[in-house]
């Protein structure tokens, strides 16, 4: 059974960086779609970026628009993949779960098979 492990969460101040990084075990996501969900305190799980295997040679990057420009998400090799939040806001505070796919790819919840506990971020004004 696969675990994705989330690390790289904590406190900083707006304008700040950190960097998530998440690990599988169990299995291998080679050519698969893995991403980064968050959940704010009171709202739904929402999509923040995936990288996903396209045209049988690359990984290609997908981005929800308010944090393009801020996010890269980055993958290291089959089972490892980051994410890079600079120029962080308030807004941006929320519990960052990774996931991954084995069926395709998407920005809906439902799309991902797997998901790890979650790493907080929290992003002080």
């Known amino acids: 059974q696969a675990q994705l492990i989330e690390s790289g969460g904590g406190l900083v101040q707006a304008g700040g960086s950190l960097r998530l990084s998440c690990v599988s075990s169990?299995?291998?996501?080679?050519?698969?779609?893995m991403g980064w969900f968050r959940q704010a305190p009171g709202k739904e799980r929402e999509f923040v970026a995936a990288?996903?295997?396209?045209?049988?040679?690359?990984?290609?990057a997908d981005y929800v628009d308010s944090v393009k420009g801020r996010f890269t998400i980055s993958r290291a090799n089959a089972n490892t993949i980051y994410l890079s939040m600079n120029s962080l806001k308030p807004e941006d505070t929320a519990v960052y779960y990774c996931?991954?796919?084995?069926?395709?790819?998407?920005?809906?919840?439902?799309?991902?098979?797997?998901w790890g506990q979650g790493t907080q971020v929290i992003v002080s004004s």
């Open positions: 990288t996903r295997w396209s045209a049988g040679t690359t990984y290609l």
């Open positions: 996931a991954a796919s084995t069926t395709g790819w998407g920005t809906e919840i439902r799309a991902y098979d797997y």
């Open positions: 169990g299995r291998t996501f080679s050519r698969k779609t």
